[in-house]
C-alpha cells in the first residue's frame, strides 16, 4: 500500500480552466516551436489555454478567430524553462531568512520546494523580462536535497503556480577527489565507497518501506514513493565523467529507470555511455569555466553541439554562480551554444521542449504544436541574442503574463529625477 | 668587507676549539678524541673534482693534519685500513630544523575577524610572525637518533633553524656528533632566516602572500630607520636582533617557485641576497631566474610516479603534475645548465644516494653535485674549511663502499669534527661470483643462487644472509640440505659446510676453490647518463596547459596586414566597413583603405569579420596567487597585488580567447582600505613581471558597504570596526587623517610607513582610488569625505546603485564601472538594475562594464551587449563600456581602447558583430603579437593532448616497473572573487 499522507494531489486540478476562450490568430511570426522545427512567417491559433493551430503563411486557419494579431517578422517561442534552480526559494541569497531552498541536515528527500515556492519573488519578473516563464524549483544542499516541483511564474499562490508537484528526487552523488584545504589540493576521497553504500542503502531501505504497510510512518522514506515506478524522477546532481557512470549504474541496480543527470560538466567524453543507458542531461551551465584546466578552453560552449551531435537528449540550466537571479541568462547560453556549433533550433529546443521532456511536462508544455498549453514569448528580435532580444508579450496556459518589472520601474523612476535635475542645472 | 666576515669566522673558530674542558669532570676519562688516526688505502675525494687515489689521511685532535698519497704515518697513529673504499667530504644541510622542536601549530584557517594588536607586553613588534629575536641556539638540543640517520646519509654539518614565522630568527651551524653540544655547535648565531608563512601566529594579519611581503618589507623600511637613529629613544627588540646579524648570510624558505622569485626580488629592494631555500619547481620559471644571481638550496624529494593506472583517475591529472613528475629530477640540471647556482638540502629524502645516482642520471656530474653538497654550502655559509678535505679543515668526511654517483651505496665510517663514527664493518665481504665446492659448483648472485651438483642437478633459489655468513637451504630429491658459507673476504669462503636433514650431522666441504669472483672494488662510476632524456622539449612556458615550447623559437611576425575588415575604432561613432589595419612592432601604424602590403607583412582577409580594440576589464581578480584579500585590518594599503601577479593563470589564455587584452588586477573588497593594484596586458608567455604595463598610473582598492562591515561572513565577525556604515565614513576620514598628518609633520620625512604613504599619495592625486561600491548612501559619503580632503575618486566599480546619484558622479568627475545583470545576491544588491550602465551614461557619467569574475572576463563583448538589452541603443556606446571607458578610468586610454594610429597593437578579429551572441574573438593580439589564435586553436588542443598521452604511458611503464606510486592528487586552479577570504579559493563545480 501507497503512503498517501501528504502527497498527491492531482496537477489537472490545479490548473485553472480556460477551456471556451477567445480564438486568436497570431499571423506573420517566425515560429520557433521548440522541437527542432521552425516556421518562417508562420501563423499560430490559441483558443483559451491551448494553441489549437500551427501554419504556414499559406495556409488556412481552420477557423475564424476572434482576434488576429500581426506579428510581422518577431519571434514566437515556447516559453523558456530553467530547470534545476532554487527560483521562488530565495529572495536575496545573503539573507538567512529569505534561504528557504536547504534543509538543515544531510537527508531530506521528504523537503518539498512547491510549498516554500514564493510566487511573489521581486526575482520572478526578471526572469519573465527575458523569457522564462516556466522554472524546475528545487531544493540543493546535503546527500538528499528533497523533492523538486515544476511552477510557471506568473501565479497567485503556489498551487495555481504549480505544473508538476513533486516532479523529482534530486540527490548530490559523492566526489571521488575532495579538496585538501592544507594541501590546496585535490585528492582522493577515501570515504567515497561508503557514501555510495549509504545512499543506495536509503533507495533499498525505502524500496523496502514501500512494498507494504508500515509499522510506523517514516517521512523521509515515504517520500520515495513513486521513484520505483518511474512517475517520479530521480535527478542526480553529478559532474565528472567516472562519477556519472557509477551515480547511472548504482541508480539502476537499485529500480531507477531513468536517472536523470544534472551539471553533467563532463558528459561530453561519455556520449556512448549515456546513450547506452539513455540518460538524460541537465547540462549545468554552458557559461562556466572548463571542469579541468587542461580541457578545451572552450569545452562548456560546446558540450551542448557535442551532446546534439552525438544524440543525448539535454537541456540547458544555469547551475553555478548566482543561480538564481542569473536563469535570465538562460536564452543567451542557447545562443553561446549556437555560436559554438549547435543548430539553432536545436538550440532553442535545449531550454524549452528538451527541458519540457526531462522533467516529464512536455504533454502540455514546451513546445508550440496544436493541443498543447498556449505557453509562449514574442520577442522583436532573436530572444537567444542579447543585442536584440526585446520580449513584449507572453502568455501562461493563453492567459497574457503580468510583465511588469520592479528594475524597469526604478531605472525609469530614477533616469527622470536625474534628467530634471540635470537639466534645471544646464 | 668580506675580509671581515672570515674574520669573524675564524674568531668563532677558535672558540670553539677552546672551549672543550670548561665542564667539571668526574671518575676516570677515557678522552680518544687526542689519539691519531691515519687512514690508509682511501679513493679520497678532497674537494670536487680533486682526487687522491690510494691516498692516507691523518686525523688529530678533530682535525685533517695531513693528507696524501706517500705521507708519513706517525708512528703512534692508529690505522685504519679503507680498503680502496671512497672517501668524501661530509654534506653540509643548510635546510634543518635538527634539534629544534617543532614549532606548535595554531589554527590558522578559522579566520577570527580582525587582526589582534599585542598589547605592548614586551619591546618586541607587534605582528608575531616578526619573531627575529628568535635564536636556534637558545633552543638546540643535540638529537643523536636524527644525527645517526643523517651521518648514515654522508651529511655531518647542518645548518638548523627555527621554522617558524615571517622573521624566524638566527640560525646555528652544528656539527653531527653527540660530544655535547658545545663541541657540536659550531657557530651559534650563522644566519638570519626569513618566510612568508606566519606559522603559529595567531594573529589574522597577514592573512595573504602579499600581506606578508608588505609586513617585511615594512619591517626593513623600519630596520633602515632604527640603525639611522643616532639617540635611540625607543628600543624596538625585534630589529635591534636584525641589527644585530645584518652581516649574515640570508636565507629564505620558498614554499613555491613564485614565492622564492618574489623573495628575491623584496629582498634585492633592501640590498639582501637570499638564499632561496627551494621548492623545486625552479626550472619552470626558468626565464624569470636566468642570468640573476639567484642562489638555491635545492629540495631533493622528487614525486612519485603520478597514479594514472585508472584512466579517469589519469584524467584528474593535469599537464602541470605530469610534466613536473618527469622534469623534477632534472631541475638541478636545467639551472645548472643555466648558470645559476645551488646547493642541495636533503630535507625529505627518503634515500639519499639512490637520489644522488638520479641526479647523476639527468646528466649532472660528480664534481657538480658534490659542489653543491659541500663546497658551495660552506662558502655560502662562510666556513669554507668544512666544504672540502684538506691539512688543517677539521675532519669532516665519510667512507662509503661505492663511488658518489652510484645506484646503491653504504658509508661505513663517518667522521665528524675528527671523530669517529663506524656505521658498517669496512671489510664487507663481497659474495658475488662462481665457487666450486667439493665438487658442486654455486653461482651468487644477488640474492640469487643456482648450484649445480657433481650428478649435473641444478637447484636455484634466493638465500638468507646474515652479516658474512650465507645460509642456502636445498633438497635434492627426498633429501634436505643447508649450505652454510662464511665469507672472509673477497670471494674468500672459511669453513663451508653442509648439514644433512635427516642426520643433522655437519659434513665439512674439502676442495673449495673459488674460480671467479664478481665485486665491485674497483668499480668506479663516474658518469652515469644511461636516460638522457632531452629536457628542452618539455619545458613550457608558461609551465600551465596551452603554455609554449620554452626552448622553441616561435616566429613572430613584426608586421601584419589585416585587409578589408569591419573597424570599431572606438573613435568613429558607426562601425566603418572595408578597412585595411597595419600593425608594426606592436604599435598600429597605419589605418586606411586599400593599404599597400608592407614588405615581409601576414597578410590576414577580414573580410566578414570586425575588428575591435582588445578588451579592457576595470575589475578583474585573475592571475593572483595566494589570496587577493589582505582581510586582516580595515586598512591594507601597504599591500601590492603587484608583488603576486601569476602568469601561469590558465585564464589569462581562455580569457585572450574572448578578446580580453587588459585587466586591472584588483585586491579583494573584504576591508575600507583594500590594496594596490597591478595594470596588466594579459601576455601569456611572458612573466609575472613583464604582464604588468609599463609606467602605469598607480591605483588603490577601496570598499564600502557589507563586505567591510563583514555582514555576511558569520555571527562571529562583529567586532572589527566598522560594523556600520556610519563607521566606514568616519573609519575613512581617521586613516586620512593620519595619512596628512603623516605627510606633513615631518614623520614620512623619518620613517616611511608603507600604509600611510599609499594615502599620502592620493592626497597627492598620485594615486587613484576605485572603489567597491553599491547603495547610492555610500557612494554619495565617500565623494563627499574626498572633496572635503581635496582629492577625488577616479572610479566606483560595481556601482549597483550608481544610476540614483549619476549627476552627483557627473558632478565630482568619478567613472562608474559596473556589471551587466547581477543582483540578489545579497541585501545592498536588492535594488541593482541591469539598466545602471545604460542611466549612468545617459547621465554623462563614463561607464564601463566589468567582470569580476573569471568566466564572465571572457565574454565582456555580450556583457556589454546586454546594455543593449537593458536600456541602451547605441551598439558603439556599448562597446565601448568595454574599451575605451575602461581605458580612459585606468588612464592609458593614451595607449589603448581605440583603435588608432600610434596605439599599442592590443585587437581583437570578431567572427561577427562584436555585440552578438555569434562573435567569437578569432585572432587576439596584444603589443602587435598574435597571442591567441583560434584557428591554430585545434593544433593548441592536440599538441597538449599528445603531451598528456606521452607522460602517462611514461607513468604507466615507470609503475609497471615497480616504481613508488603517489598517492591521487591533483592540482586546482584558484579561483578569487572580490570577497574571497581565504588564500585558495576552490571554486565546486
Known amino acids: 500500500m501507497k503512503n498517501k499522507v501528504l502527497f498527491f494531489i492531482a496537477v489537472g486540478a490545479l490548473i485553472s480552466c480556460h477551456a471556451f476562450g477567445q480564438t486568436v490568430l497570431y499571423r506573420q511570426a517566425n515560429l520557433h516551436l521548440g522541437n527542432g522545427a521552425f516556421i518562417e512567417n508562420g501563423q499560430m491559433m490559441t483558443e483559451g489555454v491551448d494553441i489549437v493551430w500551427i501554419g504556414k503563411s499559406t495556409d488556412t486557419p481552420p477557423k475564424s478567430a476572434d482576434k488576429t494579431i500581426d506579428l510581422s517578422g518577431k519571434h514566437v517561442y515556447p516559453g523558456f524553462i530553467a530547470p534545476a534552480t532554487a527560483t521562488g526559494l530565495v529572495e536575496v541569497e545573503s539573507v538567512r531568512a529569505t534561504r528557504d531552498f536547504r534543509e538543515v541536515g544531510s537527508d531530506n528527500p521528504n523537503a518539498r520546494a512547491a510549498v516554500a515556492f514564493n510566487t511573489d519573488s521581486r526575482i520572478h519578473p526578471t526572469l519573465k523580462y527575458n523569457g522564462i516563464l516556466i522554472v524546475q524549483a528545487t531544493p540543493e544542499g546535503g546527500r538528499f536535497s528533497g523533492l523538486s516541483s515544476v511552477m510557471h511564474l506568473d501565479g497567485r499562490n503556489w498551487e495555481e503556480a504549480t505544473l508538476r508537484l513533486d516532479d523529482g528526487l534530486h540527490i548530490n552523488w559523492p566526489g571521488k577527489m575532495r579538496y585538501n584545504r592544507s594541501k590546496g589540493k585535490l585528492v582522493e576521497n577515501e570515504n567515497y565507497d561508503q557514501q555510495v553504500s549509504d545512499l543506495v542503502q536509503t533507495f533499498k531501505d525505502a524500496h523496502g518501506y514501500l512494498q507494504g504497510k508500515p509499522a510506523t510512518i517514516n517521512l523521509k522514506l515515504a517520500a520515495f514513493d513513486g521513484v520505483f515506478s518511474d512517475t517520479k524522477k530521480v535527478f542526480v546532481h553529478v559532474n565528472k565523467a567516472w562519477e556519472i557512470m557509477d551515480a547511472v549504474n548504482k541508480l539502476k541496480e537499485v529500480g531507477v529507470k531513468h536517472p536523470v543527470v544534472v551539471g553533467g560538466m563532463d558528459a561530453h567524453s561519455i556520449v556512448n555511455f549515456l546513450l547506452k543507458h539513455e540518460i538524460p542531461v541537465i547540462l549545468g551551465r554552458p557559461h562556466e569555466l572548463p571542469l579541468y584546466s587542461d580541457d578545451a578552453i572552450d569545452q562548456p560552449y560546446s558540450t551542448p553541439a557535442q551532446l546534439q551531435e552525438a544524440g543525448v537528449l539535454f537541456c540547458l540550466s544555469n547551475i553555478g554562480r548566482m543561480p538564481v537571479m542569473g536563469n535570465r541568462n538562460i536564452p543567451f547560453m542557447a545562443g553561446t551554444a549556437v555560436a559554438y556549433g549547435l543548430e539553432y533550433e536545436y538550440a532553442v529546443a535545449s531550454i524549452t521542449g528538451n527541458a519540457a521532456k526531462i522533467l516529464g511536462i512536455d504533454m502540455r508544455y514546451g513546445t508550440l504544436e496544436a493541443g498543447k498549453s498556449a505557453t509562449f514569448i514574442v520577442s522583436d528580435g532573436d530572444a537567444l541574442n542579447m543585442e536584440t532580444q526585446s520580449i513584449g508579450m507572453a502568455f501562461i496556459d493563453g492567459q497574457p503574463v503580468d510583465m511588469e518589472n520592479w528594475q524597469e520601474i526604478l531605472y525609469r523612476k530614477w533616469s527622470e529625477k536625474i534628467e530634471k535635475i540635470q537639466q534645471s542645472k544646464n | 668587507m668580506k675580509k671581515s666576515m672570515l674574520l669573524i669566522a675564524l674568531l668563532s673558530w677558535c672558540n670553539w676549539a677552546l672551549s672543550q674542558s670548561l665542564h667539571s669532570r668526574e671518575g676516570i676519562q677515557d678522552d680518544r678524541s687526542k689519539l691519531t688516526y691515519a687512514i690508509i688505502n682511501a679513493n679520497i675525494t678532497t674537494a670536487p673534482g680533486k682526487k687522491i687515489t690510494n691516498g692516507i689521511i691523518i686525523v688529530q685532535d678533530g682535525k685533517v693534519v695531513n693528507i696524501g698519497q706517500s705521507i708519513t704515518i706517525p708512528k703512534n697513529a692508529v690505522t685504519i685500513d679503507a680498503d680502496g673504499k671512497y672517501v668524501y667530504p661530509s654534506f653540509i644541510e643548510l635546510n634543518s630544523n635538527f634539534g629544534l622542536r617543532s614549532p606548535d601549530k595554531k589554527d590558522k584557517s578559522g579566520g577570527g575577524p580582525e587582526y589582534e594588536r599585542t598589547d605592548g607586553k614586551s619591546a618586541f613588534g607587534w605582528n608575531k610572525a616578526i619573531r627575529a629575536d628568535q635564536s636556534a641556539s637558545s633552543l638546540f638540543e643535540h638529537d643523536e637518533d636524527a644525527a645517526k640517520k643523517m651521518r648514515e646519509n654522508g651529511i655531518g654539518i647542518v645548518l638548523s633553524h627555527y621554522q617558524d614565522g615571517i622573521a624566524r630568527g638566527t640560525g646555528s651551524l652544528v656539527a653531527l656528533t653527540d660530544a655535547g653540544e658545545n663541541i657540536s655547535m659550531i657557530q651559534a648565531v650563522a644566519s638570519t632566516h626569513f618566510s612568508f608563512d606566519k606559522g603559529s601566529s595567531s594573529q589574522q594579519y597577514p592573512s595573504s602572500q602579499m600581506g606578508a611581503m608588505a609586513l617585511l618589507r615594512q619591517t626593513f623600511i623600519d630596520l633602515e630607520w632604527y640603525r639611522g637613529q643616532k639617540e635611540i629613544n625607543e628600543k624596538h627588540l625585534h630589529l635591534e636582533a636584525l641589527k644585530c646579524c645584518e652581516k649574515l648570510p640570508n636565507f629564505f624558505s620558498a614554499t613555491d617557485k613564485m614565492t622564492g622569485l618574489r623573495a628575491f626580488r623584496l629582498g634585492a629592494e633592501f640590498k639582501r641576497d637570499f638564499i632561496l631555500l627551494g621548492s623545486g619547481d625552479e626550472y619552470q620559471i626558468l626565464p624569470d631566474i636566468q642570468g640573476k644571481s639567484i642562489r638555491y638550496v635545492l629540495p631533493l624529494n622528487f614525486p612519485d610516479v603520478p597514479a594514472v593506472q585508472h584512466p579517469m ?677
Open chain 2, 313 to 989: 583517475m589519469a584524467r584528474e591529472m593535469s599537464i602541470r603534475d605530469l610534466k613536473h613528475w618527469e622534469l623534477a629530477p632534472y631541475n638541478a640540471r636545467i639551472l645548472h645548465d643555466h648558470k645559476i647556482e645551488f646547493a642541495f638540502t636533503f630535507e625529505g629524502v627518503k634515500n639519499v644516494f639512490s637520489t644522488l645516482h638520479l641526479l647523476g642520471k639527468s646528466g649532472l656530474s660528480e664534481e657538480t653535485i658534490l659542489g653543491a653538497l659541500t663546497t658551495n654550502p660552506a662558502r655560502w655559509i662562510h666556513f669554507e674549511s668544512l666544504g672540502a678535505i684538506a691539512k688543517g679543515n677539521p675532519a669532516n668526511f665519510f667512507i662509503s663502499r661505492d663511488s658518489l654517483l652510484a645506484e646503491k651505496n653504504q658509508v661505513y665510517e663517518h667522521w665528524v669534527m675528527g671523530r669517529r663514527y663506524q656505521i658498517k664493518e669496512i671489510s664487507e665481504y663481497q659474495m658475488e661470483g662462481v665457487y666450486v665446492l667439493d665438487g658442486d659448483t654455486l653461482e651468487i648472485k644477488k640474492s640469487k643462487f643456482t648450484l649445480t651438483t657433481k650428478a649435473g642437478q641444478n637447484i636455484s633459489g634466493t638465500f638468507s644472509k646474515k652479516n658474512n655468513q650465507l645460509t642456502i637451504p636445498y633438497s635434492i630429491d627426498d633429501e634436505f640440505f643447508v649450505l652454510n658459507l662464511e665469507f672472509t673476504g673477497h670471494g674468500q669462503i672459511s669453513n663451508p659446510s653442509r648439514y644433512f636433514s635427516e642426520s643433522s650431522k655437519v659434513k665439512i666441504i674439502a676442495d673449495v676453490k673459488v674460480v671467479s669472483t664478481g665485486g665491485t672494488k674497483d668499480s668506479t662510476v663516474q658518469s652515469v647518463v644511461d636516460e638522457y632524456f632531452d629536457y628542452k622539449a618539455a619545458l613550457w612556458y608558461p609551465f600551465q596547459a596551452y603554455g609554449n615550447p620554452l626552448m622553441v623559437e616561435k616566429e613572430k611576425p613584426e608586421t601584419y596586414l589585416i585587409k578589408n575588415v569591419t573597424l570599431w575604432s572606438m573613435v568613429h561613432e558607426i562601425p566603418q566597413p572595408g578597412m585595411d589595419v597595419i600593425i608594426r612592432k606592436g604599435k598600429i601604424s597605419k589605418i586606411g583603405v586599400n593599404l599597400k602590403v608592407p614588405k615581409g607583412a601576414v597578410v590576414i582577409d577580414g573580410s566578414e569579420m570586425h575588428l575591435s580594440p582588445g578588451l579592457i576589464d576595470e575589475h578583474s581578480h585573475i592571475a593572483i596567487s595566494r589570496g587577493v584579500n589582505e582581510s586582516g585590518s580595515s586598512i591594507s594599503s601597504e599591500v601590492r597585488i603587484g608583488d603576486v601577479v601569476n602568469h601561469e593563470d590558465i585564464n589569462i589564455y581562455r580569457q585572450l580567447s574572448g578578446g580580453t587584452t587588459a585587466s586591472q588586477l584588483l585586491h579583494g573588497s573584504a576591508n575600507v582600505i583594500g590594496g594596490q593594484s597591478a595594470l596588466v596586458k594579459l601576455r601569456w608567455g611572458q612573466s609575472a613581471e613583464a604582464m604588468k604595463i609599463e609606467n602605469a598610473p598607480k591605483f588603490i582598492k577601496f570598499a564600502l558597504g557589507e563586505n567591510v562591515k563583514q555582514s555576511n561572513w558569520g555571527d562571529r565577525m562583529n567586532v572589527r570596526y566598522p560594523q556600520t556604515r556610519m563607521g566606514v565614513e568616519q573609519f575613512l576620514f581617521e586613516s586620512f587623517y593620519r595619512a596628512q598628518s603623516y605627510g606633513t609633520s615631518g614623520e614620512r620625512a623619518r620613517r616611511i610607513d608603507l600604509e600611510l604613504e599609499a594615502l599620502w599619495e592620493i592626497l597627492n592625486g598620485e594615486r587613484h582610488i576605485s572603489c567597491h561600491s553599491y547603495v547610492q548612501s555610500e557612494i554619495n559619503m565617500l565623494m563627499k569625505v574626498a572633496d572635503s580632503m581635496g582629492f577625488k575618486i577616479n572610479t566606483f566599480t560595481h556601482v549597483l546603485e550608481g544610476y540614483k546619484v549619476a549627476d552627483k558622479l557627473k558632478v565630482h568627475g568619478a567613472a562608474g564601472s559596473t556589471f551587466s545583470d547581477w543582483w540578489a545576491y545579497k541585501m545592498e544588491v536588492n535594488e541593482a538594475i541591469p539598466f545602471n550602465a545604460a542611466a549612468m551614461a545617459k547621465a554623462g557619467v563614463l561607464t564601463a562594464i566589468n567582470s569580476d569574475d573569471a568566466e564572465m572576463g571572457r565574454r565582456l563583448n555580450h556583457e556589454a551587449a546586454k546594455v543593449l538589452r537593458y536600456g541602451g541603443d547605441d551598439p558603439v556606446e556599448a562597446l565601448k563600456m568595454v574599451t575605451l571607458n575602461p581605458a580612459k578610468m585606468l588612464h592609458l586610454d593614451h595607449r589603448i581602447g581605440s583603435v588608432e594610429e600610434g596605439k599599442d597593437a592590443d585587437l581583437v578579429l570578431w567572427s561577427d558583430v562584436p555585440l552578438s551572441i555569434n562573435a567569437r574573438a578569432i585572432k587576439t593580439f596584444v603589443d602587435g603579437e598574435l597571442l591567441f589564435d583560434r584557428e591554430a586553436q585545434e593544433e593548441e588542443q592536440m599538441r597538449l593532448r599528445k603531451e598528456r598521452v606521452r607522460l602517462i604511458k611514461k607513468a604507466l611503464q615507470a609503475a609497471n616497473s615497480g616504481k613508488p606510486i603517489a598517492t591521487p592528487e591533483s592540482e586546482i586552479d584558484s579561483e578569487y572573487h572580490c570577497d574571497t577570504l581565504e588564500e585558495i579559493h576552490f571554486h565546486e563545480k
